[in-house]
């Protein structure tokens, strides 16, 4: 212990740091308990410091001893890696900052990887080297490496590295860390032999001109080694000679191919490289290049006047090779110094052009095209009007009415605008209709109302989210299209709970014949929009509507939540509303809850036999459940229990096994042997985890293999050690408990005989009167206790690591409890019947501490 010397600035105090030394060590997942005393305030002003910052936690107690005389304790349930540093606590008084002396924790534990191996891509038989890292405390830590199942070489002081000389085929290294703490292993990493790459496919020419060609690919395989370049070769027909080859760096696959022959017939074909090598050619692509277009302008061009107007003339223009492709039509372009002017397309070398003027000069040219282009054009013609100028001929007779027609028609376009204009200011319209009529009364215009359309002042409908907006699969869309049941049929409620991916509300669902239902509906989190995550929470959906069960939880339907600006809806699975929630919570609150209830063996038994009726109805159905635990069994309103929770169920179509492909977050605890070793599941596997959910129904909610870490359950299994006996179980029941466990997954009794053998014990005991039944007890919201009034105090062992997490109120009403109290020195005496089963309490620990001397007295 050590006494700190304090200053205030009204009177002095003591500030002292008791029950730790200055260097704490502990392990990992343990509880830690510091505490500190302060005499000479009048209320408790005293903050936990953690490496310089406050900590904000629950868990901190303070306790009144005497008068201006107070103990603070501070509580670390499960220390892990992150809780080590330094503490100590600060007293605030009259503006004076006091602190205590400072206390050094370090939680030691298995070793932690810091570096793993890395999947690498190397070619066969070459050499490679891999990394790996591992960090107490406690120091050293040695490093193991595995080939596959085979250990390689001996043991390396951490950090290691690896060197392989070479591989010929896939293989996994792995590295195993130790300490004295125990063991743990990396993540395997898988060496790939890397290769040449494949053919490429889908060879295509994109673009094509008389001169250039551009080509594009899809590269096959990389042979697990990056494509450095590919090569485009190029031949022509006939002969099939090689004309052009190509090297282009990648990506992209693409390749502009310059300098080929007009109109000619070309084969090409691709291959790309890698480090190793080239792949094979992908099949050849015939393509030809366009022709050119006329090299020749028409010549001779020359005009002839006829009284019907000007014919224009000229030779035929000649194709100078095959690579000129065949001629279309001609193009003339003529233009009058009066601004007259026109582009005519000519099949042949002779025009009439009737729209000219000869009082004006006119210019002409012409061209020859074809599905190319154009050619040059040729010469000029000017064919001059002063050649016969005032040769012009009487005016045809049929343009001496032509005025006359059109001052009729401006006389009419003008009478009906007028007509409709003073119409308009005789009746005008409104957004809804004709406010005016046309009929003048009195000289004033009639009030005369006519609707023109109709209006509805609804908001718009809003659009209802369907499964094919969510990206799921065409597989699941099929399943859950018969349970999909509309958002506006249900109206959401309080929070039941919450968790890492999502929550869990009430509701009241709208039945057929307008009454409501409560039910539980399970939603995914806002943020969260991949459709993969949606997916993975409507396979567990699509899973319960397949069961049947009263011991099984059954599905009410999925709904949609839609949202505004295109994202994803939330997708909802909708569940029967369990009234006392998991049965974990349940066990918890009846032994460290606010207000502890008895549960005879009888209630105990009923309930392992209902999750065993379930479990058999899900074995004959050849489903495994793979996450069976007190916390995935629902209590209904009747006490009856249903297995629920199906996020990692699988169906096991073929054989009787299923073989865990990817990492993911397992109960480690309630695994089975081989799962934890070779990540196999079956239904003997279910059988391991329902014996340990046994034990925690007659534990009332205990954490199975407490103070032992999980990378340590395995050998401690392999060891042959198992749970031990609770206190107050029958033979009868730890025996059926025992032979869940067997290491021969065989051996082990299937969930028929299980479900037969507890029926029998159950029938074996005293039936109780309906008096005495203690199922009838209340576990609704309970009354906050009165400040300095409780009984009981949080921060002990068990309350910490259940209860505080769990109780009666937690467990029904989703109401987090509050851990800081402040009790005065009448309020410590322990409710009767419970110190001898309670761990000892902060206010005990302190009452001990005073009676040996090893805290302070008050001072008055």
């Given at each position: 212990m050590w006494r700190l010397p304090c200053t205030s600035a009204r009177e002095p105090g003591d500030l002292k740091l008791w029950g730790a030394p200055v260097k704490m060590t502990v392990s990992q997942g343990l509880p830690v308990r510091l505490n500190c005393t302060v005499e000479g305030l009048d209320s408790p002003d005293i903050h936990w410091m953690k490496d310089g910052a406050v900590i904000e936690t629950l868990?901190?107690?303070?306790?009144?001893?005497?008068?201006?005389?107070?103990?603070?304790?501070?509580?670390?349930?499960?220390?892990?890696?992150?809780?080590?540093?330094?503490?100590?606590?600060?007293?605030?008084?009259?503006?004076?900052?006091?602190?205590?002396?400072?206390?050094?924790?370090?939680?030691?534990?298995?070793?932690?990887f810091t570096v793993e191996p890395k999947d690498l891509a190397v070619p066969p038989n070459a050499s490679f080297q891999l990394f790996c890292e591992a960090v107490g405390p406690p120091e050293p830590v040695t490093i193991f490496w595995w080939r596959e199942h085979t250990k390689v070489g001996g043991p390396v002081p951490s950090p290691s590295i690896l060197n392989v000389t070479g591989v010929t085929q896939s293989t996994e290294f792995s590295c195993e860390a130790r300490n004295i703490k125990g063991l743990a292993f990396s993540r395997?990493?898988?060496?790939?032999?890397?290769?040449?790459?494949a053919a490429p496919f889908n060879v295509t020419v994109t673009k094509l001109s008389s001169s250039n060609a551009s080509v594009a690919w899809m590269p096959g395989a990389d042979g697990r080694a990056l494509i450095q370049s590919c090569t485009v070769q190029v031949t022509q027909a006939p002969g099939n000679w090689e004309v052009l080859a190509v090297v282009v760096p990648v990506p992209p696959f693409t390749c502009l191919l310059r300098d080929l022959a007009p109109a000619t017939n070309y084969s090409l074909r691709v291959r790309c490289a890698n480090a190793l090598g080239p792949s094979p050619y992908a099949d050849w692509v015939p393509f030809q290049t366009r022709g050119l277009a006329p090299s020749s302008a028409p010549q001779n061009l020359h005009a002839i006047r006829t009284d019907s107007g000007l014919i224009l003339e000229w030779e035929e223009v000649?194709?100078?090779?095959?690579?000129?492709?065949?001629?279309?039509?001609?193009?003339?372009?003529?233009?009058?110094?009066?601004?007259?002017?026109?582009?005519?397309?000519?099949?042949?070398?002779?025009?009439?052009?009737?729209?000219?003027?000869?009082?004006?000069?006119?210019?002409?040219?012409?061209?020859?095209?074809?599905?190319?282009?154009?050619?040059?054009?040729?010469?000029?013609?000017?064919?001059s009007s002063r050649d016969h100028a005032g040769r012009q001929g009487p005016p045809h007779s049929r343009t001496s009415w032509v005025p006359v027609v059109l001052g009729v028609l401006t006389a009419l376009v003008t009478a009906a605008a007028l007509a409709l204009i003073l119409l308009r200011k005789r009746r005008k319209e409104t957004r809804f209709g004709q406010a005016f009529d046309s009929v003048v009364?009195?000289?004033?215009?009639?009030?005369?109302?006519?609707?023109?359309?109709?209006?509805?002042?609804?908001?718009?409908?809003?659009?209802?989210?369907?499964?094919?907006?969510?990206?799921?699969?065409?597989?699941?869309?099929?399943?859950?299209?018969?349970v999909l049941?509309?958002?506006?049929?249900?109206?959401?409620?309080?929070?039941?709970?919450?968790?890492?991916?999502?929550?869990?509300?009430?509701?009241?669902?709208?039945?057929?014949?307008?009454?409501?239902?409560?039910v539980a509906v399970k939603m995914l989190k806002a943020d969260i929009i991949a459709s993969s995550d949606i997916e993975e929470f409507l396979k567990e959906a699509a899973c319960m509507k397949e069961f049947d069960h009263p011991h099984v939880a059954k599905l009410v339907g999925v709904s949609?939540?839609?949202?505004?600006?295109?994202?994803?809806?939330?997708?909802?699975?909708?569940?029967?509303?369990?009234?006392?929630?998991?049965?974990?919570?349940?066990?918890?609150?009846?032994?460290?809850?606010?207000?502890?209830?008895?549960?005879?063996?009888?209630?105990?038994?009923?309930?392992?036999?209902?999750?065993?009726?379930?479990?058999?109805?899900?074995?004959?159905?050849?489903?495994?459940?793979?996450?069976?635990?007190?916390?995935?069994?629902?209590?209904?309103?009747?006490?009856?229990?249903?297995?629920?929770?199906?996020?990692?169920?699988?169906?096991?179509?073929s054989g009787d096994y299923y073989r865990q492909g990817c990492a993911s977050k397992l109960p480690v605890k309630w695994l089975a042997l081989e799962s934890l070793a070779d990540n196999l599941y079956t239904v003997y596997s279910d059988v391991w985890a329902f014996g340990v959910t046994m034990w925690e129904i007659m534990t009332r909610g205990q954490t199975p293999y407490a103070g032992i870490e999980n990378a340590e359950i395995y050998n401690y299994l392999i060891g042959g050690n198992r749970l031990k006996q609770p206190p107050e179980c029958m033979e009868d029941v730890y025996e059926l408990m025992y032979q869940c466990w067997s290491a021969d997954p065989k051996q082990r009794p299937s969930f028929t005989c299980l479900r037969m053998e507890l029926e029998t014990i159950l029938g074996h005991l005293s039936v109780l009167s309906t008096s005495q039944d203690p199922l009838y007890i209340n576990i609704?919201?309970?009354?906050?206790?009165?400040?300095?009034?409780?009984?009981?105090?949080?921060?002990?062992?068990?309350?910490?690591?259940?209860?505080?997490?769990?109780?009666?109120?937690?467990?029904?009403?989703?109401?987090?409890?509050d851990y800081r109290?402040?009790?005065?020195?009448?309020?410590?005496?322990?409710?009767?019947?419970?110190?001898?089963?309670?761990?000892?309490?902060?206010?005990?620990?302190?009452?001990?501490?005073?009676q040996q001397g090893l805290l302070p007295h008050s001072s008055c």
């Open positions: 868990d901190e107690v303070f306790i009144q001893l005497d008068d201006r005389h107070w103990v603070s304790f501070l509580s670390l349930k499960s220390v892990e890696r992150s809780d080590a540093g330094h503490y100590w606590c600060q007293a605030y008084d009259g503006g004076e900052t006091e602190m205590s002396q400072q206390v050094w924790l370090t939680v030691e534990g298995v070793p932690f395997p990493a898988t060496i790939f032999i890397q290769a040449l790459p000649i194709l100078k090779g095959p690579s000129e492709a065949p001629l279309g039509p001609y193009k003339l372009f003529w233009v009058q110094d009066n601004g007259t002017q026109e582009e005519l397309m000519v099949e042949g070398t002779r025009v009439n052009l009737t729209g000219w003027d000869p009082q004006k000069d006119l210019i002409a040219r012409v061209c020859a095209s074809n599905a190319i282009g154009y050619g040059p054009w040729s010469r000029s013609l000017v064919v009364a009195g000289g004033e215009p009639a009030i005369h109302f006519r609707a023109a359309r109709s209006f509805n002042r609804e908001r718009p409908e809003r659009i209802e989210a369907t499964l094919d907006s969510l990206g799921i699969s065409d597989e699941l869309k099929d399943r859950l299209e018969d049941i509309p958002e506006q049929q249900f109206t959401l409620g309080r929070m039941l709970g919450k968790g890492e991916f999502g929550s869990v509300r009430e509701a009241q669902l709208k039945q057929e014949d307008g009454s409501f239902v409560k949609l939540r839609s949202r505004a600006k295109g994202r994803l809806p939330i997708p909802m699975v909708i569940l029967p509303f369990m009234k006392h929630g998991d049965l974990h919570a349940f066990l918890l609150a009846s032994r460290v809850g606010e207000n502890p209830f008895n549960l005879p063996l009888q209630t105990l038994i009923r309930f392992m036999v209902d999750i065993a009726c379930g479990m058999e109805y899900l074995s004959s159905r050849n489903f495994i459940h793979r996450d069976l635990a007190a916390r995935n069994c629902m209590l209904a309103e009747d006490m009856t229990v249903c297995v629920a929770d199906f996020g990692l169920s699988r169906k096991i179509y609704g919201r309970t009354q906050e206790p009165a400040e300095g009034c409780s009984g009981e105090l949080p921060g002990g062992d068990e309350p910490s690591g259940g209860a505080g997490d769990g109780s009666s109120i937690r467990a029904a009403e989703g109401t987090p409890s109290y402040i009790l005065s020195p009448g309020g410590l005496a322990e409710p009767s019947g419970q110190a001898e089963q309670q761990p000892e309490s902060p206010v005990n620990e302190a009452q001990r501490l005073l």
